[in-house]
């Protein structure tokens, strides 16, 4: 995939004396989820300090950094922006003090509530320094009624749509999942403290051992009498909606999501695509890294041998969250090249995880045209992004998705390739050892699990 932005990653560790350091380090394993900002917040039980900085995590955490965060509590956070615009005032984990102290706060979702809550807070005189929907948690926190609760379930039964949260404070550390799950959370342990990520390819880099996922709905508490859950929101009549384009593609294929190998769950879409959309052809490619597991599941189902098309740049960076669409444009040829020797004079099937906008699709098949490509037959391992996503995927703006005003033989002669077939929703869905009804699919299908707020759509389809 070449035109999704990703939204962001989340770690914490609990109770490690070299907690800020592994943060970083874990940091890397979640470079994918967000190249926009990065930053890490710890605490020596008195203040919190915070150090972050735009761009990568090597560029925005230097070593004298680690030094002055090296606490054994910390929270760190990789971002792109979905709300709120890139600069350095956005990057997270956010830090803030209150009537109760200090508090820094990092999140991975989109919030569909927050413009008119915002709205309330400045009407009664509440002055934001952010453009995030993040800060809008932190005046909750703050209102007189909320600083009263022990707890923070007052706060996070008032936010609506996909959060998952982190908070740090001088004497506890808190992981918040939001009632439907939408963005996952994990948790493990490490030696004698605990660890919080996004995804558990993180536990690995940092050395810790998965526990479990943070459920729909809870807050877990850890501080030095140890784990405390508590269920903000009880599941009686809310249903998961986990979103399946974290199995799809956002995740590493290292990871496990919703108790799911993400790799094994791509080779499922490989070999379900091959069933519902055949074609002969002389070898199977992926446009790296997304369609590598699923090229593998469409070579061993069809027979048709798997080899490499495509040669990638590692140190371009990924283009497609760039904040920039001119800049992703002008990366494109940068970032790939490709291998003469596998596709001259060959049938190619090219295998990619999705199409969002187009806008760099075209000039990535072109190259295998320049190469000699003989036929170019392309197919994704999802349906088509027909809808826009309001909880926390950068495809918001129905009027950018190619899908959403071209039928597929449109896109097709606008790709100019000789053929292009999707993955059904059912042949998709069917992938899953979860039932399907525990997924959010509604940037495929428009089923929305919750009501989006006439504001929070206002906000993007003025755009289109």
């Known amino acids: 995939m070449s035109e999704a932005k990703d939204h962001c990653g989340l770690l914490g560790i609990y109770g490690c004396a070299d907690a800020a350091e592994r943060v970083y380090y874990g940091l ?31 560029d925005a955490i230097q070593p004298h950094m680690i030094n002055a965060l090296k606490n054994p509590c910390a929270i760190g956070h990789v971002r792109y922006s979905t709300i709120g615009s890139s600069n350095i005032g956005n990057a997270q984990p956010l830090v803030v003090d209150y009537y109760k102290g200090k508090v820094a706060v990092a999140h991975n979702g989109q919030l569909t509530n927050a413009k008119r809550l915002r709205e309330e807070f400045e009407a009664n005189g509440s002055i934001f320094h952010t453009t995030s929907d993040t800060e809008v948690i932190v005046h909750l926190m703050a209102k007189p009624l909320n600083m009263m609760q022990k707890s923070l379930s007052l706060v996070l039964q008032h936010l609506r749509g996909a959060f998952s949260l982190l908070f740090l404070t001088p004497s506890e550390m808190v992981g918040v999942r939001d009632p439907h799950g939408f963005r996952p959370l994990a948790l493990g342990k490490l030696n004698d403290g605990y660890v919080f990520a996004s995804e558990t390819c993180a536990l690995d880099q940092v050395g810790a051992e998965y526990i479990r996922d943070v459920q729909p709905g809870e807050a877990v508490y850890i501080g030095k009498d140890g784990l405390r859950s508590e269920i903000y929101c009880p599941q009686k009549n809310i249903k998961p909606a986990f979103c399946v384009f974290e199995l799809v593609y956002f995740s590493r294929p290292d990871s496990k999501i919703y108790g799911e190998s993400v790799h094994v769950f791509r ?18 490619i992926s446009v790296p890294e997304g369609g590598n597991s699923s090229a593998i599941g469409y070579s061993h189902a069809s027979g048709i041998p798997f080899d490499r098309g495509f040669i990638r740049n590692h140190y371009v960076g990924r283009t497609f969250i760039l904040p920039e669409q001119d800049r992703r444009h002008r990366f494109v040829e940068l970032k790939l090249n490709a291998l003469k020797e596998t596709v001259a004079g060959k049938r190619v099937i090219v295998i990619d995880d999705s199409i969002v906008r187009g806008t760099t699709s075209k000039s990535r098949f072109g190259l295998l045209r320049k190469a000699g490509a003989k036929e170019i037959h392309v197919r994704i391992s999802c349906p088509p992004h027909r809808y826009p996503c309001y909880y926390g995927i950068d495809f918001q703006k129905k009027g950018e998705l190619i899908a959403a005003n071209r039928s ?24 899953s050892t979860l039932p399907r009804e525990h997924f959010c699919n509604a940037c495929f299908t428009s089923n929305y699990p919750t009501p989006i707020e ?3 759509k206002k906000l993007t389809e003025k755009y289109d």
């Open 28 to 58: 890397y394993s979640l470079q994918h989820r967000g190249e926009e900002s990065a930053g890490i917040a710890s605490t020596d039980g008195k203040d919190i300090i915070c150090y972050k900085g735009m761009g990568l995590v090597s």
């Open 267 to 284: 080779k499922k879409l490989g070999a379900k695509l091959a069933e519902e959309s055949p074609v002969d052809a002389d070898v199977v």
């Open 408 to 431: 597929p033989e449109e896109i097709r002669k606008y790709l100019d390739v000789e053929s292009l077939r999707y993955l059904s929703v059912d042949g998709m869905m069917s992938c």
């Open 454 to 456: 006439e504001d929070t």
